[in-house]
């Protein structure tokens, strides 16, 4: 189950980087089977909507954290 968990982890961050044009900086996605944790910083909150979303279209019923941190600083 761990390498499945990793292959999902692995293709959500490619997902998410292709869907916000790599702007989440220190992206870190914690996958579980309880849950999908999205972390990292982005200088809108438009691009951790665009982050969301691309978990969500992969996994819709995942339960989803987004606790990517919006921040103007780069």
Known sequence: MGSNLT???QELESR????TGRRVRNLAIDVSPERILLQGQATSYHVKQLAQHGVQEY???AQLENAIVVSRVQ
Request: charged fraction near 30%; avoid cysteine; aromatic fraction near 0%.
């Open 59 to 61: 996994v819709p019923d």
């Open 7 to 9: 292959l999902l982890r």
């Open 16 to 19: 998410v980087q292709l869907r």
